[in-house]
């Protein structure tokens, strides 16, 4: 099946650095969103984008909704060892709210 | 306020052997959809149940089927099972009057072996 193209696929950090990470896509997406996966555990929501140019913040966190809706990034300030995990951009196309389209994820490690 | 519950949390099957998931909305959402993730990949949409009905589906063959219930409730049955179908089962609720992203609720999953 489809899936966005994420990049980098993986992130070797120390902590207090910034993180960046990106998704982009042939398609234009209508909604972006941010999941983090702990191990054995569900994606959890970190933020929601639904305007193209939109930049949302949650925390240390910051996210924003590219203007061609193509795109979209997500950058994790002072980054501390909690923040391991694995990171997923989802999106949703027109009319399809409920299909989340995810890329293949960010696996970031934070060096204490 | 309960999340979305799913049950069992791990499972071994045998090649062509049938299972059935399940899983329980957020409290107050009434529509669910599954989504399977392979080691190492980003889950993939397999079906989204409204109103007891199958509304949307992925990529998925016939032999990955769901029902809802009344209470809101889900299955994902998968029959024939093939060594391929070893993945985490992720279930997420919504509302439906709610179309925005952030109203989008997973539960742990249920991990699927087969052997």
């Known amino acids: 099946g489809q899936q966005l193209n994420q990049s980098p696929q993986s992130m070797f950090i120390q902590e207090g650095e910034d993180v960046s990470m990106n998704c982009t896509s042939s398609?234009?997406?209508?909604?972006w969103l941010w999941y983090k996966q702990d191990p054995g555990e569900g994606p959890v929501l970190l933020i929601a984008?639904?305007?193209?140019?939109e930049l949302t913040s949650n925390g240390r966190l910051t996210a924003q909704f590219g203007i061609t809706r193509k795109d979209s990034f997500l950058n994790i300030s002072a980054s501390i060892p909690s923040d391991v995990g694995i990171y997923f951009c989802?999106?949703?196309?027109?009319?399809?709210?409920?299909?989340?389209?995810f890329g293949k994820g960010t696996l970031l490690t934070v060096n204490p | 306020d309960a999340g979305v519950t799913q049950s069992p949390t791990h499972l071994i099957k045998t090649r062509g052997q049938q299972v059935t998931l399940r899983c329980s909305p957020k409290?107050?959402?009434?529509?669910v959809s599954w989504y399977q993730q392979a080691l190492g990949q980003g889950p993939q949409f397999i079906f989204q149940?409204?109103?007891?009905?199958?509304?949307q589906r992925g990529n998925f063959p016939d032999r990955f089927s769901g029902h809802q219930f009344p209470n809101y409730s889900s299955e994902l049955n998968v029959n024939a099972l093939l060594l391929g179908d070893s993945a985490l089962y992720l279930c997420a609720s919504s509302l439906v009057q709610q179309v925005s992203g952030n109203t989008i609720y997973f539960g742990e999953g249920s991990w699927l072996t087969v052997v």
């Open positions: 989802a999106g949703t196309h027109r009319g399809s709210n409920y299909k989340l389209t």
């Open positions: 398609s234009i997406f209508n909604t």
């Open positions: 409290s107050g959402h009434d529509t």
């Open positions: 984008l639904y305007k193209a140019g």
């Open positions: 149940y409204y109103e007891e009905e199958e509304r």
